[in-house]
């Protein structure tokens, strides 16, 4: 269709011969010789070698032309984008519904961020096969062994940082909270006195307000505790390969 136009337009234009419209005298390169000609002097002739050149040359002009002259579509107006509402993580929604306030919830969030960090690390600690294990240096195993050890420590602390985050703010712990807490207690502090010497060991219980002599005393009276409990278990069965309990 552009082409057939373009004629139409070649041919008025030579029918004028006093026509001096710029498009005439553009310059295009010539395909025959890599010379520049002017639009006028390849139109002249249908075989000319830059016709075609010329006639494509004017379509595009005629293309750009109407383009320009045809106003721009009205586009809708973009329509702002409408608020949504602040959304909250299930686990912000259950500290806020507990009492908590934006900033408290913040620093909680942080919190059990810092302990999720520590969760990923003593599990990639307890997946080493225990073939991979044996195989690891006496060294390397120690500072795993430590790292490990660390690691439970620094749990027990973070969940005790949120209990007492709960409790500064006048809610109270989960039991859940604090039956994971007192579990990674126990763990760390078997593992820190497993790794002490007697000297390091009656420190650490005078620290707590407990000589090494009263620990081990009272060590040794819950075991005389539990003799007890199971002798006096014993006489309330028949058979006596059943006194501990244990069918």
């Given at each position: 269709?552009?082409?057939?136009?373009?004629?139409?337009?070649?041919?008025?234009?030579?029918?004028?011969?006093?026509?001096?419209?710029?498009?005439?005298?553009?310059?295009?390169?010539?395909?025959?010789?890599?010379?520049?000609?002017?639009?006028?002097?390849?139109?002249?002739?249908?075989?000319?070698?830059?016709y075609n050149a010329a006639k494509?040359?004017?379509?595009?002009?005629?293309?750009?032309?109407?383009?320009?002259?045809?106003?721009a579509e009205q586009q809708p107006?973009?329509?702002?984008?409408?608020?949504?509402?602040?959304?909250?993580?299930?686990?912000?929604?259950?500290?806020?519904?507990?009492?908590?306030?934006?900033?408290?919830?913040?620093?909680?969030?942080?919190?059990?961020?810092?302990?999720?960090e520590i969760d990923t690390a003593?599990?990639?600690?307890?997946?080493?096969?225990?073939?991979?294990?044996?195989?690891?240096?006496?060294?390397?195993?120690?500072?795993?062994?430590?790292?490990?050890?660390?690691?439970?420590?620094?749990?027990?602390?973070?969940?005790?940082?949120?209990?007492?985050?709960?409790?500064?703010?006048?809610?109270?712990?989960?039991?859940?909270?604090?039956?994971?807490?007192?579990?990674?207690?126990?763990?760390?502090?078997?593992?820190?006195?497993?790794?002490?010497?007697?000297?390091?060991?009656?420190?650490?219980?005078?620290?707590?307000?407990?000589?090494?002599?009263?620990?081990?005393?009272?060590?040794?009276?819950?075991?005389?505790?539990?003799?007890?409990?199971?002798?006096?278990?014993?006489?309330?069965?028949?058979?006596?390969?059943?006194?501990?309990?244990?069918?």
């Open positions: 269709m552009a082409i057939n136009l373009t004629n139409l337009l070649i041919e008025t234009i030579f029918k004028e011969e006093s026509n001096d419209d710029a498009i005439l005298d553009t310059l295009i390169p010539n395909p025959a010789t890599g010379k520049n000609i002017k639009v006028r002097s390849a139109l002249s002739r249908t075989d000319h070698p830059a494509e040359y004017i379509a595009g002009k005629m293309s750009d032309g109407e383009t320009a002259q045809q106003p107006e973009e329509q702002p984008a409408e608020e949504q509402p602040d959304a909250h993580s299930d686990e912000e929604a259950m500290l806020m519904s507990q009492g908590f306030d934006e900033e408290q919830t913040s620093t909680m969030l942080d919190i059990k961020n810092s302990g999720a003593i599990e990639k600690i307890s997946n080493v096969e225990p073939n991979t294990w044996k195989q690891l240096s006496p060294q390397r195993q120690k500072e795993m062994n430590d790292d490990y050890t660390t690691k439970i420590g620094e749990k027990r602390d973070n969940l005790r940082s949120q209990i007492d985050a709960y409790t500064e703010n006048g809610i109270e712990a989960p039991v859940e909270l604090t039956d994971e807490y007192n579990a990674y207690n126990d763990a760390a502090n078997e593992r820190e006195l497993a790794g002490m010497t007697d000297e390091e060991k009656a420190s650490h219980y005078e620290e707590e307000g407990e000589t090494l002599a009263a620990k081990k005393y009272g060590d040794l009276l819950n075991k005389i505790n539990i003799d007890q409990e199971l002798a006096n278990t014993g006489d309330q069965f028949e058979n006596p390969e059943t006194a501990t309990g244990l069918n």
